[in-house]
């Protein structure tokens, strides 16, 4: 069984950083997709940024320039480098993974594994 456990989720003022990573357990397979999102109360759960077995990231335009995504192979732990962080950034972030490709890679509905989500907070 796939097993997704995120941590590193905090507080931290605008302008600030953070780091929130997901270790991955339970599958062996060469191809997957995964990637992060993440839901702010009242809205939509939204594709943050994805990395798939080729090394191919892909970020939505807001992570653009300030998210930097990772992937450890070694340690199976997939890393989102948050930086200039804004209050607008504040939301719960959950890792997600799919055991192939995906072809929308920022939408929910590509994935079958999640974490539970670590709570990311940007005070103004």
């Known amino acids: 069984q796939v097993q997704l456990v995120e941590s590193g989720g905090g507080s931290v003022q605008a302008g600030g950083a953070l780091r929130v990573s997901c270790v991955v357990s339970?599958?062996?397979?060469?191809?997957?997709?995964m990637a992060w999102f993440r839901q702010a109360p009242g809205k939509e759960r939204e594709g943050v940024a994805s990395?798939?077995?080729?090394?191919?990231?892909r970020y939505a335009d807001f992570a653009k320039g300030r998210f930097t995504l990772s992937k450890d192979n070694a340690e199976d732990t997939l890393y989102l480098e948050m930086n200039s962080l804004k209050p607008a950034d504040t939301a719960m972030y959950y890792c997600?993974?799919?055991?192939?490709?995906?072809?929308?890679?920022?939408?929910?509905?590509?994935?079958?594994?999640w974490g539970q989500g670590t709570q990311v907070t940007v005070s103004s």
């Open positions: 997600a993974a799919y055991p192939g490709p995906v072809i929308n890679r920022l939408a929910t509905w590509g994935y079958n594994y």
């Open positions: 339970g599958y062996t397979g060469s191809t997957y997709c």
């Open positions: 990395i798939d077995s080729h090394g191919t990231s």
